[in-house]
């Protein structure tokens, strides 16, 4: 059995209107349909896990939940109903995303990266640029990302130098630098050792106790059985079980769709 992770908030989450709901949820694509009227919550210090087998429609969700792919049902960010709000309001209202892929700049620096995902432009803003456009309107979040990922000493370095894991951690930062309220990452562990899936753990952990909540979507099922305070299980779109990690664990139906027997 992975190692729990203890926290000191409840680890069901705290009371009151969830950060993120999503109610009948449901993707298509053309007779496909991809996901199945889902309703999920994450809730304000909550660690959120949404697993599922490949193909069950994880990322899709993700897609859905923040504007990148039409859905049905209703997606709502403390409280305020964005169900047909583009990308950029939805990260804007304090809902941003990881990609499976790193998607860092190359050419730019860590911080360079972090400053240009924290900028949320505005006709304002642009033609504030037009005058000053050395100001760091940014800086704030880019400072508070780059110091809660422990990136301090490659801020200045350029993604290629570092090894995968530092470039995992910089792309959770980039999600951090506007100081979201709920995070999505998709698969930040994919490639990862052991040792460092570990310690990506720890920094998740760093993450809730600094106020942002996460959905997290991963295969590593000792990561997310070790942090997740409760799991959404996906299979084939629909949801089959979702509850404390101990008890979804042991659920035969996730058991069959992992491993095809009860």
């Not at 996901?35 to 897609?63: C, F, H, R, Y």
């Not at 941003?96 to 620096?109: C, G, I, K, N, V």
């Not at 000493?153 to 530092?166: F, I, W």
Request: charge should be negative.
């Amino acid at each position: 059995m992975p190692e729990t992770i203890v926290r000191s908030h409840d680890a069901d989450g705290a009371t009151g209107e969830p950060r993120l709901k999503a109610r009948g949820l449901g993707v298509s694509f053309g007779g496909v349909r991809a996901v199945m009227d889902l309703s999920l919550d994450v809730g304000e210090a909550q660690l959120v896990g949404l697993i599922g087998p490949n193909g069950a429609g994880k990322t899709t969700t993700i897609d859905a939940l923040t504007g990148f792919t039409r859905h049905d049902g209703r997606v709502s960010v403390n409280g305020v109903d964005l169900t047909t709000a583009a990308p950029h309001v939805r990260a804007a209202s304090g809902l941003t995303r990881t990609w499976q892929s790193l998607e860092l700049f190359d050419d730019l620096t860590v911080e360079e990266n972090l400053r240009v995902a924290a900028e949320r432009p505005s006709l304002a803003s642009t033609l504030g640029d037009l005058v000053r456009p050395t100001r760091a309107r940014s800086a704030d979040g880019v400072a508070w990302a780059i110091d809660v990922l422990g990136l301090a000493d490659v801020a200045q370095a350029y993604p290629p130098q570092l090894s995968l894991g530092r470039q995992k951690l910089v792309a959770v930062a980039r999600g951090l630098a506007g100081r979201p309220s709920v995070l999505l990452l998709d698969e930040p562990a994919a490639g990862l050792d052991s040792s460092e899936s570990l310690a990506l753990g720890a920094t998740l952990q760093r993450i809730i106790e600094h106020g942002t909540s996460i959905l997290l979507i991963d295969h590593d099922m000792a990561l997310v059985l070790g942090v997740c305070d409760h799991l959404y299980v996906l299979d084939f779109g629909r949801l089959i079980a979702d509850g404390p990690p101990a008890r979804v664990r042991d659920d035969p139906r996730v058991v069959a769709a992992y491993l095809g027997t009860t």
